[in-house]
């Protein structure tokens, strides 16, 4: 299945149907009186996140959405049908943003969310709606009111636990390869990845979502090589795992270059929890390994783990050292989430 993290589409919510002017007509009876009934309301575009999708592209081929007209009133009271809404179904994490695509309108992070992102048009008043004691047979009604409708972006923003970032040829896929059942694409060649993976990790009988993102190079942000578009991932992450190539000359430059481009990216990354990681050690002397671990220690301004993704040398330290912050970020999670509920069951009350 082709990956699409974002895409444009047009929705329209139905039209309200029309009223109608009828007039009861019925023998023996004298005065019938207006007997013309409302239109019916128009269908909704709903957008719901379902656990079973991680990808939108679905909506690279259908861009434009019409929900259901309302029915026209009809005689004898007769109340048109209401429109049928159109779900449209992305997955969980997905943010629904205003034709700027800077305006953030809904963010679905749990399977089942919903929005009305437009509403249908309300019905049209038949005649009988206007009948009164000074006013017994009324010819007027009103047609139905027009459904809202809009440009929607849709940005897919993966919801993992941890995220990898690095240069390309950091040795990220081949580091999710080694820890997780994820058989991302490994080559010897820059930019391998051209859209991110996830594993599941398991790591002292718990498990944990890590997300692999195409490398980042200097100059991303301003659309260098794959840009800084799949960032949005690691965004929802607790903790990123900075690899580092340790093969490398310049370790410290290349720790800095990523860094300016997450800076550059802003968005909450920066200040998120880093686990700095020398990889590739398998490659590195002694001698080597010893003087760069130090630069790069320096650099980062924290300790350097050491880690191998193809011989997996210092794999079990670094899923524990991950599995630490993760563990914190879920007990704060667990302590605020009554609270949390609390205000949402006050705001459903409020008139």
Not at 98 to 114: C, H, I, K
Not at 214 to 235: K, N, Q, S, T
Request: glycine share 14%.
């Amino acid at each position: 299945m082709k990956f699409l993290d974002q895409c444009k589409v047009w929705v329209k919510a139905g039209d309200g149907g029309n009223g109608c002017v009828a007039f009861r007509r019925e023998k023996y009876i004298e005065f019938g009186g207006p007997s013309g009934g409302n239109g019916g309301r128009g269908g909704d575009i709903v957008v719901e996140a379902v656990p079973s999708l991680n990808t939108l592209i679905d909506y690279r081929y259908q861009q434009h959405f019409k929900a259901e007209r309302g029915g026209h009133g009809m005689g004898k009271d007769r109340t048109g049908a209401a429109g049928t809404d159109v779900v449209l179904r992305v997955p969980v994490g997905t943010e629904v943003l205003a034709e700027d695509n800077q305006t953030v309108l809904a963010d679905l992070t749990r399977p089942g969310e919903r929005i009305v992102i437009a509403r249908g048009g309300d019905g049209g008043f038949g005649n009988a709606h206007f009948k009164s004691s000074t006013n017994r047979a009324p010819r007027q009604s009103t047609p139905g009111w027009p459904g809202e409708e809009r440009w929607l972006w849709l940005r897919l923003k993966l919801i993992a636990d941890a995220g990898i970032v690095g240069l390309p040829n950091a040795g990220k896929s081949t580091f999710l390869a080694a820890v997780s059942a994820a058989r991302p694409k490994i080559a010897d060649y820059p930019f391998t990845t051209l859209h991110p993976n996830l594993g599941v990790v398991d790591a002292d009988g718990e498990s944990f979502v890590l997300a692999d993102i195409p490398g980042l190079i200097e100059g991303a942000h301003e659309g260098a090589g794959l840009g800084d578009r799949f960032l949005g991932h690691v965004e929802r992450c607790g903790v990123l795992l900075h690899l580092v190539d340790g093969t490398e000359s310049a370790v410290t430059k290349a720790y800095r270059t990523v860094r300016r481009e997450l800076e550059a990216y802003g968005h909450g990354l920066p200040e998120k929890p880093e686990i700095v990681a020398l990889n590739k050690i398998d490659a590195l002397t002694p001698a080597e390994l010893g003087r760069r671990r130090a630069a790069l220690s320096r650099a980062a301004g924290k300790p350097v783990l050491l880690v191998s993704g193809a011989s997996r040398a210092g794999v079990p330290e670094l899923l524990r050292a991950l599995l630490a912050v993760i563990r914190k970020r879920r007990a704060k999670a667990a302590a605020t989430a009554p609270s949390d509920a609390g205000q949402e069951r006050a705001a459903e009350r409020r008139p």
